[in-house]
């Protein structure tokens, strides 16, 4: 493999790491600092990569050039020597500034630090998903606003803004208490929710190759950082097991949900061969742990929901058990989408008739969705009023994969 291939590969994976490591050496303080020291690292390595050929060790190289930049800097930096010193363990009758630890033992405390102070309660839930983004997954400015359909200025100040209020707050980086998780695991977990519900049910405009890997990204790196979680005795609680079950049934169906024209697959129309077996049963294994205890989340129900959604045979006790998780999930957190996802299972259980009558007492009239589930539930009982919610829905539509989707069903009827 050739620097060119392998840098981009290192960084996603690699920047995160190290930034979390000098992050949690320095505090969020100099968190500018931390980057610019990860930035030059990589930097140095196109440039000595690419004229001298890879290294044996890149990773190894990657983390040697790192810590020496970071001590180079800690040397040189008055701050360091009239200010820092103490908070970072400098040994006053050392002549070196305290080791960079890189091992991964020190790895995945930094970046479980990391998770935590991302996610503190002062900073805006929008902001701590592009700040997780950021430093916990290694995206870029741009990546995260084409992602997010928003422009790059946006989402750079959102990340600035984040920074600068952690700053404010001098929120600590360190290992979270039992009180701090107590307190911040669901804001946590909320987060990596929303990120990897961008990517899986990205209202996006794009279909190309490039954003579509942008948003399998998106999802990977949620239940990477979801995996984490459940690794740490203080984080392997039901509702983090009961999450990563959610992900991992969502992911399984990801490669046949979009086709090769970038048209999305409505589920009746997905080829069950291209679903990930592996994802599946690691679904099942994490639902099975998180059935510890007594507490039902979300996660919990949303995670049952995406189980049954993993059985492709049309039966009334699939759509049954479905539709009772649908009624527990609006009891506890009521939400527009999830009534209206309900509403078709209530379809598939009890027939098209009792769906349209409850459907239309949501009039959920500025969503394109909800006139695509009325001409769903109209098609074969009125096709006349299926073509208009299909042509209203048309209208409302953004995303072109979801104009396509409603005009193929319009004109098969």
Request: glycine share 4%; net charge negative.
């Amino acid at each position: 493999m050739s620097a060119a291939s392998l840098i981009p590969d290192l960084f996603r994976t690699e920047y995160r790491k190290i930034v979390a490591v000098l992050c949690y050496h320095f505090g969020f303080e100099h968190i500018e600092i931390a980057e610019d020291i990860v930035s030059d690292t990589f930097l140095a390595a196109t440039e000595s990569w690419g004229y001298n050929g890879l290294p044996e060790n890149p990773n190894a190289w990657l983390y040697t050039v790192a810590k020496n930049k970071a001590k180079n800097h800690l040397k040189r930096s008055l701050l360091f020597t009239q200010k820092l010193a103490p908070e970072i363990r400098y040994q006053a009758h050392d002549t070196e500034p305290s080791d960079i630890d890189l091992s991964s033992k020190n790895i995945e405390d930094s970046q479980l630090a990391m998770i935590f102070a991302v996610c503190h309660p002062s900073i805006s839930r929008e902001s701590q998903v592009a700040l997780a983004l950021n430093l916990l997954c290694g995206f870029g400015i741009q990546e995260i606003a084409n992602a997010f359909l928003t422009e790059r200025e946006a989402i750079y100040k959102r990340i600035s803004r984040a920074k600068e209020k952690l700053k404010e707050e001098k929120i600590r980086i360190g290992q979270p208490t039992r009180a701090e998780i107590h307190e911040r695991l669901e804001p946590v977990l909320k987060t990596l929710y929303l990120v990897f519900s961008e990517g899986y049910y990205s209202s996006g405009t794009q279909t190309d190759a490039v954003h579509a890997n942008i948003r399998k990204s998106l999802c990977a790196e949620a239940i990477r950082l979801n995996y984490f979680l459940v690794q740490n005795d203080l984080t392997n609680t039901p509702a983090t097991n009961a999450l990563l079950a959610l992900m991992s049934f969502h992911a399984s169906r990801l490669e046949a949900r979009i086709s090769e024209n970038g048209e999305a697959i409505l589920y009746e129309d997905q080829d069950e061969t291209l679903w990930n077996r592996e994802l599946i049963d690691q679904g099942i294994y994490f639902l099975r742990k998180a059935a510890a205890g007594t507490i039902v989340t979300r996660y919990h129900l949303e995670a049952g929901i995406a189980y049954w959604h993993t059985i492709k045979e049309d039966s009334q006790d699939k759509w049954e058990n479905i539709l009772d998780l649908y009624n527990q999930l609006l009891v506890l957190e009521y939400s527009p989408i999830a009534a209206l996802n309900r509403t078709f299972a209530l379809a598939k259980a009890r027939g098209k008739a009792t769906a349209i009558v409850e459907a239309e007492k949501l009039s959920l009239t500025s969503n394109h969705l909800y006139y695509a589930l009325l001409g769903n539930l109209y098609t074969g009982v009125n096709n006349y009023k299926a073509k208009l919610n299909y042509e209203k829905a048309l209208e409302l539509a953004v995303s072109a994969a979801d104009k396509v989707t409603i005009q193929r069903n319009m004109d098969a009827l």
